[in-house]
């Protein structure tokens, strides 16, 4: 299975300081390890500080009404003015990502490795975290994070709400899940094997706070048999 870099179209984010927090330590992570990331990272932050270094200047003439007699249908001015920023942004970025490829030839890729992905589903007994306060849930919540960064963009996660719905067969409404074990969160691995896979999860934060992890390969729609 040949994979990009999940990180390659969100260095903007990380510029910009719009990743979560356990996002941005995933994400520097990862900047530790991937040359390639760091060169486009730089490519990115020059372009912003030549961006804000430019003079203010009014233009020549207003383009306005122009635009406004051409458009078939009235969209508010600000909204309008928004949507035009936003893709300028995006297409500065594809403009970067290409030629960030290109430089390095048609014929390689950036990221290709043969392997599997698994699903870590966070099990929790009746009661799990009780007693404990905020600023225990936050540390342990921290340590959580802390794993899955040192693993870099190849795993992803994030804790669920402890309260939720269930809906069942012939059910008028959804109601709450009642008191009792649940899954209280999930990590997404991207690994080699099933090997590799059981090697990681018993070395995850959530078995020594007394909780218990499922493990369930991704198909993709593929015809082989469950590992």
């Not at 927090?21 to 900047?31: D, K, M, T």
């Not at 992905?117 to 802390?146: C, K, M, S, T």
């Amino acid at each position: 299975m040949s994979v990009p870099d999940p990180w390659l179209e969100r260095l903007s984010e990380y510029v910009d300081e719009d990743l979560a927090p356990s996002e941005r330590a995933a994400c520097e992570a990862h900047l530790a390890g991937c040359e390639p990331c760091r060169e486009l990272l730089d490519d990115l932050r020059r372009v912003q500080r030549e961006v804000r270094a430019l003079p203010a200047r009014p233009p020549a003439r207003d383009l306005w009404p122009g635009i406004e007699r051409g458009l078939t249908r009235v969209v508010p001015r600000s909204r309008w003015l928004l949507a035009f920023a936003a893709g300028v942004l995006v297409t500065l970025g594809a403009l970067l990502a290409y030629r960030f490829l290109a430089s390095r030839g048609t014929g390689s890729e950036l990221v290709a490795r043969a392997g599997e992905d698994y699903l870590l589903l966070l099990h929790e007994p009746a009661g799990f975290g009780n007693g404990l306060d905020q600023a225990q849930h936050a540390a342990i919540v921290a340590r959580y994070g802390r794993w899955a960064a040192d693993l870099g963009a190849r795993c992803t996660g994030e804790e669920l709400a402890p309260a939720g719905l269930e809906l069942r067969p012939g059910a008028g409404a959804a109601v709450p899940i009642p008191d009792g074990p649940r899954v209280g969160g999930f990590f997404l691995l991207a690994v080699r094997d099933r090997e590799e896979a059981l090697a990681l999860a018993r070395t995850c934060p959530h078995l020594e706070q007394g909780g218990w992890i499922e493990l369930r390969r991704i198909a993709h729609g593929d015809p082989q048999p469950n590992k």
